[in-house]
Antibody
């Protein structure tokens, strides 16, 4: 059974940093691209960042480019999101999501974690 | 960036009825790279449809997707009580960013 468990969320002041993690199990982690998708309270979904199976290809939404860094450790089956210079508008539930296709980054998310909440407020 | 506009914002129907949800793109979505997700309150989204018309694993056949270019549709043939939720379309045809529509809330009439 595929499981994605996010951690690292919390309350943080504007301008500070936070690091999110996603622990993956139930599939061959290093065969699939991974993504972060967020959802502000009461709002829709926004793709944040994605990383290919071998970290060779990385993408970011314009809203986080230059502030967030995605990374993965295939030996530990883990995905991270380093978030710097946080803003109030970064407040959201952050989901870790698995890409659907083997060894190819499609941008289709067939498994999701339950999310970790990030609140940016003074 | 491709902008997706979903309509209607809210759809009120009764169990057993047919639901038709629309998703329109600001420019053509390449290779029909359009997906649909269902989200229930307090839950993560669930993939329903990809490639505009292919059902994801385990999705009942009452869910179907159609369309190409800039106009896409999700149809639920006979609504079950568990189908009332928010539905999002998403395009993944161009290189990132992958974008979502704003969602359609399907509520019980």
């Amino acid at each position: 059974e595929v499981q994605l468990v996010e951690s690292g969320g919390g309350l943080v002041q504007p301008g500070r940093s936070l690091r999110l993690s996603c622990a993956a199990s139930g599939f061959t982690f290093d065969d699939y691209a991974m993504h972060w998708v967020r959802q502000a309270p009461g709002k829709g979904l926004e793709w944040v960042s994605g990383i290919s199976w071998n970290s060779g290809s990385i993408g970011y939404a314009d809203s986080v480019k230059g502030r967030f860094t995605i990374s993965r450790d295939n030996a530990k089956n883990s995905l991270d999101l380093q978030m710097n210079s946080l803003r109030a508008e970064d407040t959201a539930l952050y989901y870790c999501a698995k890409d659907m296709s083997f060894a190819v980054t499609t941008g289709v998310f067939n498994y999701w974690g339950q999310g970790t909440l990030v609140t940016v407020s003074s | 960036e491709i902008v997706l506009t979903q309509s209607p914002g809210t759809l009120s129907l009764s169990p057993g009825e047919r639901a038709t949800l629309s998703c329109r793109a600001s420019q053509s979505v390449s290779s029909s790279s359009l997906a649909w997700y269902q989200q229930k309150p307090g839950q993560a989204p669930r993939l329903l449809i990809y490639g505009a018309s292919s059902r994801a694993t385990g999705i009942p056949d009452r869910f179907s997707g159609s369309g190409s270019g800039t106009d896409f549709t999700l149809t639920i043939s006979r609504l079950e009580p568990e189908d009332f939720a928010v539905y999002y379309c998403q395009q993944y045809g161009s290189s990132p960013p992958y974008t979502f529509g704003q969602g359609t809330k399907l509520e019980i009439k």
